[in-house]
C-alpha cells in the first residue's frame, strides 16, 4: 500500500519562500506520478502541480507558475515542492498525491498524504 509522509509546512511571510517534501512508501517510486494540492480555508482543494513518474514532465496550475518548483528525488523516493514569493493566497493545507500516470495524478489521485500547513502572512 502506497504511504506518503509530507514535511516542511509551517509560518512564512509574504514574498518568502517555503519547501514542502513527500516521502513515499510501498511502491516504486519511479512507477507513480505525484503531484501536490492544496485547501484552502473555505475552499475547495485546488490541484497546485504535478511530475511523471520519471521527472520528465511537469504541470502546474497557472496561479503558482513561475513560482513554484515540483521535483523528485528516486534515490531518496521524495517529491519536493519549492514555493517561492509566497503569498497570503498560497495560504493552505498542502496535500501530496500519487497515481500511476500523469493524468489520474492531476484528476483522481489514488493515494494522499495527510496534509501539511503554510501559512503566509502579510
Known amino acids: 500500500q502506497v504511504q506518503l509522509v509530507e514535511s516542511g509546512g509551517g509560518l512564512a511571510q509574504a514574498g518568502g519562500s517555503l519547501r514542502l517534501s513527500c516521502r513515499t512508501s510501498?511502491?516504486?517510486?519511479?512507477?507513480?506520478?505525484m503531484g501536490w494540492f492544496r485547501r484552502a480555508p473555505g475552499k475547495e482543494r485546488e490541484f497546485v502541480a504535478a511530475?511523471?513518474?520519471?521527472?520528465?514532465?511537469?504541470y502546474y496550475a497557472d496561479s503558482v507558475k513561475g513560482r513554484f518548483t515540483i521535483s523528485r528525488d528516486g534515490a531518496k523516493n521524495t517529491v519536493s515542492l519549492q514555493m517561492n514569493n509566497l503569498t497570503p493566497e498560497d495560504t493552505a493545507v498542502y496535500y501530496c498525491?500519487?497515481?500511476?500516470?500523469?493524468?489520474?495524478?492531476?484528476?483522481?489521485?489514488?493515494?494522499w498524504g495527510q496534509g501539511t500547513q503554510v501559512t503566509v502572512s502579510s
Open positions: 498525491a500519487a497515481a500511476s500516470n500523469p493524468v489520474l495524478v492531476r484528476a483522481i489521485p489514488s493515494h
Open positions: 510501498g511502491r516504486t517510486f519511479s512507477s507513480l506520478s
Open positions: 511530475i511523471s513518474g520519471r521527472g520528465e514532465v511537469t
